[in-house]
């Protein structure tokens, strides 16, 4: 294989690092851990990464990818199709008027945004849960799972971090 090619499947193996980090969070929250209260609720870690991603990275972590990665996520915890899909897609929609370069440079700013984000997204999920089963749904639940989400944030970003660094740079152009 030529130097140029090698370099273009390296380029491609880089840009699919934040697709699979978003699929070992969907694996985290699906994970049967143990617990004294199996039954309690637990951040929605996927949640968590597709907010850093939709911050740090859009450019390759696409609308597509989010919703693609709900739907996983829905299948895989044998959910209503279109519950974290639809859920997900909430984050970039809420940050589109939201200066991304300044999200970036600080993290006790974009800490502080996620919490509306992950209020509205859980609040969105619980009417989703209650339509899908049609009774009313305890939202103390997924608004717990919404503080839970928010309290890791920092924990995510510093475990996401040496991915960030194996990215190519926004913008790179193969050959460039």
Known sequence: MSETGLSRLD????RSLV????????????????SAAPQSAA??????VVYHWTVHR???????STF???????????LPLGLHASSFLLVPALLRRVPRGLLQRSLPLAWLLFFPIVAVVGLWRWLLAA???MQPVPVRAFLLEALLSWAVYPLIVVLLAP????????GHVPGS
């Open 58 to 64: 859009p450019d390759l972590f696409t609308p597509g």
């Open 131 to 133: 339509l899908v089963w």
């Open 19 to 34: 697709f699979a980090s978003a699929l070992v969070a969907v694996v985290l929250d699906l994970l049967p851990l143990p």
């Open 43 to 48: 951040p929605l870690v996927t949640l968590v």
């Open 163 to 170: 991915v960030g660094r194996l990215l190519p740079r926004a």
């Open 68 to 78: 693609l990665l709900g739907l996983v996520r829905d299948l895989a915890g044998h």
């Open 11 to 14: 380029l491609a193996a880089r």
